[in-house]
């Protein structure tokens, strides 16, 4: 792969836009709209949604952009990622609530721990923090989840750390490199990449990594944090309430369908050569992510609802249930495309592209930095994805299919680098498990950042032979 030497060509190839102002100004203006957006979260503790949308206008009036036409611009790059990416969440929140709900995903768990034994444990809990996490946002998952991990360690004698780290990996590779996850989705959009293929590859980076960051660092992290007190928050958890549950066959299936979908159109697209073949339209319709997400929550709601013997009304007011919760992450991704389109209408896409090409630095790695940069300030992957695709989105021009989905999990990859304070997730982990600051740093902290380096460090190594 040549992703260097294709940069220049990417300047060639850039979109018409005129640049609104000199080089070096326009830089200052990305800069300084950047750090806005960074202050704006991290030190006056506005929601990402306003400090993206003040971001893309203090980045257009610094840059001398007419106002109207900056507007113009937030507001096209919203509509066209609410639009595109919007749904797909949308629905993937309903499914992940019906799976919830109708004890899906306690079946999948019971199935795989009680099938393991003590050495065998942490890898059954790393496939069920990945399982879980496909469909669902990674707080949503650790929620779910909680009352499992504390009650497996309770019951096998195993620590919180040796049971819960690899279970935490799988859940959050799947966040930051496997669609039809939100996050990766978010870049797959604005980057324009394939998603059968992202997905194919992404499985390749994800499956290594929860391995390395999961099962295996758990050993070591557990002796480092050290004796954790006891779990008693869910000695008689809620989520197992529910009498009837679908089988574990059939949520297993369920759970997998979307993917399979998604996979089946990327197979046809490589093996037919022939748009108008059959086979291929059928396959290039239901592998369409709306279409397989969409007829994933319908077979969900048969599958797993009659399973549960959940009802009409018990149905609806689960799918319904899905949806408030998301609202915000909505919102933000949304701006990220708003933020996206300020930077590509002002002219700044092609500067970075001209800087990037004269660097020398390979595009991966950049993609990888800015993520990483942006998830330090900021404290939240969906931002680093949003920003950081938005950055990316005029290198890949001239770029090939694979080389374009790779750029998406490098950024995917950087998304996870280091949670700390300033990280949600970070508390909810600490407070959750009992842990100090210190044993959270030498635990979560640093699982997430094996998962980041290790992801990059794959996907350099996909580029040589793609």
Same mark, same amino acid.
């Given at each position: 792969?040549?992703?260097?030497?294709?940069?220049?060509?990417?300047?060639?190839?850039?979109?018409?836009?005129?640049?609104?102002?000199?080089?070096?100004?326009?830089?200052?203006?990305?800069?300084?709209?950047?750090?806005?957006?960074?202050?704006?979260?991290?030190?006056?503790?506005?929601?990402?949604?306003?400090?993206?949308?003040?971001?893309?206008?203090?980045?257009?009036?610094?840059?001398?952009?007419?106002?109207?036409?900056?507007?113009? @611009?937030?507001?096209? #790059?919203?509509?066209?990622? *609410?639009? $595109?990416?919007? %749904? =797909?969440?949308? !629905?993937?929140? /309903?499914? +992940?609530?019906?799976?919830?709900?109708?004890?899906?995903?306690?079946?999948?768990?019971?199935?795989?721990?009680?099938?393991?034994?003590?050495?065998?444990?942490?890898?059954?809990?790393?496939?069920?923090?990945?399982?879980?996490?496909?469909?669902?946002?990674?707080?949503?998952?650790?929620?779910?989840?909680?009352?499992?991990?504390?009650?497996? @360690?309770?019951?096998? #004698?195993?620590?919180?750390? *040796?049971? $819960?780290?690899? %279970? =935490?990996?799988? !859940?959050?590779? /799947?966040? +930051?490199?496997?669609?039809?996850?939100?996050?990766?989705?978010?870049?797959?959009?604005?980057?324009?990449?394939?998603?059968?293929?992202?997905?194919?590859?992404?499985?390749?980076?994800?499956?290594?990594?929860?391995?390395?960051?999961?099962?295996?660092?758990?050993?070591?992290?557990?002796?480092?944090?050290?004796?954790?007190?006891?779990?008693?928050?869910?000695?008689?958890?809620?989520?197992?309430?529910?009498?009837?549950?679908?089988?574990?066959?059939?949520?297993?299936?369920?759970?997998?369908?979307?993917?399979?979908?998604?996979?089946?159109?990327?197979?046809?697209?490589?093996?037919?050569?022939?748009?108008?073949?059959?086979?291929?339209?059928?396959?290039?319709?239901?592998?369409?992510?709306?279409?397989?997400?969409?007829?994933?929550?319908?077979?969900?709601?048969?599958?797993?609802?009659?399973?549960?013997?959940?009802?009409?009304?018990?149905?609806?007011?689960?799918?319904?249930?899905?949806?408030?919760?998301?609202?915000?992450?909505?919102?933000?991704?949304?701006?990220?495309?708003?933020?996206?389109?300020?930077?590509?209408?002002?002219?700044?896409?092609?500067?970075?592209?001209?800087?990037?090409?004269?660097?020398?630095?390979?595009?991966?790695?950049?993609?990888?930095?800015?993520?990483?940069?942006?998830?330090?300030?900021?404290?939240?992957?969906?931002?680093?994805?949003?920003?950081?695709?938005?950055?990316?989105?005029?290198?890949?021009?001239?770029?090939?299919?694979?080389?374009?989905?790779?750029?998406?999990?490098?950024?995917?990859?950087?998304?996870?680098?280091?949670?700390?304070?300033?990280?949600?997730?970070?508390?909810?982990?600490?407070?959750?498990?009992?842990?100090?600051?210190?044993?959270?740093?030498?635990?979560?902290?640093?699982?997430?950042?094996?998962?980041?380096?290790?992801?990059?460090?794959?996907?350099?190594?996909?580029?040589?032979?793609?």
């Amino acid at each position: 792969m040549t992703l260097q030497a294709t940069v220049p060509d990417v300047v060639r190839a850039a979109d018409s836009t005129q640049p609104v102002a000199g080089s070096a100004h326009l830089l200052v203006a990305a800069l300084i709209g950047i750090a806005v957006i960074v202050l704006l979260i991290t030190q006056v503790k506005l929601h990402p949604f306003l400090a993206l949308t003040l971001g893309s206008l203090v980045v257009a009036i610094i840059a001398g952009e007419n106002l109207a036409d900056a507007i113009t @611009s937030y507001t096209t #790059g919203f509509g066209t990622t *609410a639009a $595109g990416v919007g %749904t =797909l969440i949308a !629905l993937g929140a /309903m499914f +992940g609530k019906l799976l919830a709900d109708s004890g899906g995903a306690d079946e999948i768990v019971d199935t795989i721990v009680g099938r393991s034994s003590d050495r065998t444990l942490p890898w059954a809990m790393a496939l069920v923090g990945a399982l879980i996490g496909l469909p669902m946002f990674f707080e949503i998952g650790l929620v779910l989840l909680m009352p499992v991990i504390m009650l497996v @360690s309770r019951r096998s #004698g195993q620590s919180l750390i *040796a049971v $819960g780290i690899p %279970t =935490l990996a799988g !859940l959050s590779v /799947m966040h +930051g490199l496997v669609p039809p996850h939100p996050g990766p989705l978010v870049a797959i959009a604005a980057l324009k990449a394939d998603l059968g293929i992202t997905l194919a590859l992404g499985v390749l980076v994800a499956v290594p990594t929860a391995v390395l960051a999961g099962p295996l660092f758990a050993r070591y992290a557990d002796r480092w944090v050290g004796e954790v007190p006891a779990p008693t928050m869910y000695d008689t958890p809620e989520s197992r309430t529910r009498v009837d549950r679908p089988s574990f066959p059939v949520t297993l299936a369920t759970v997998l369908l979307p993917v399979v979908l998604m996979l089946g159109k990327a197979v046809a697209d490589i093996v037919y050569d022939d748009p108008g073949q059959p086979v291929q339209k059928v396959l290039d319709i239901i592998g369409t992510p709306l279409v397989a997400l969409l007829v994933a929550v319908l077979v969900a709601m048969v599958s797993l609802g009659r399973g549960a013997r959940m009802s009409r009304q018990e149905l609806t007011a689960s799918v319904e249930s899905g949806l408030p919760p998301i609202a915000g992450i909505l919102l933000i991704v949304s701006a990220g495309g708003g933020f996206k389109q300020t930077l590509v209408d002002t002219g700044i896409g092609e500067v970075v592209a001209k800087w990037v090409a004269d660097s020398g630095l390979s595009v991966l790695l950049l993609a990888w930095l800015v993520a990483v940069f942006i998830r330090l300030a900021t404290g939240s992957a969906t931002v680093a994805t949003v920003t950081a695709s938005g950055i990316l989105a005029p290198l890949v021009n001239s770029l090939n299919t694979g080389e374009t989905s790779l750029l998406v999990l490098a950024i995917g990859s950087g998304s996870l680098f280091f949670s700390h304070v300033n990280d949600a997730g970070f508390w909810l982990v600490k407070e959750y498990f009992g842990l100090t600051v210190g044993q959270n740093l030498k635990s979560w902290s640093l699982m997430e950042t094996i998962i980041s380096v290790c992801g990059i460090v794959f996907v350099l190594l996909l580029s040589l032979v793609i």
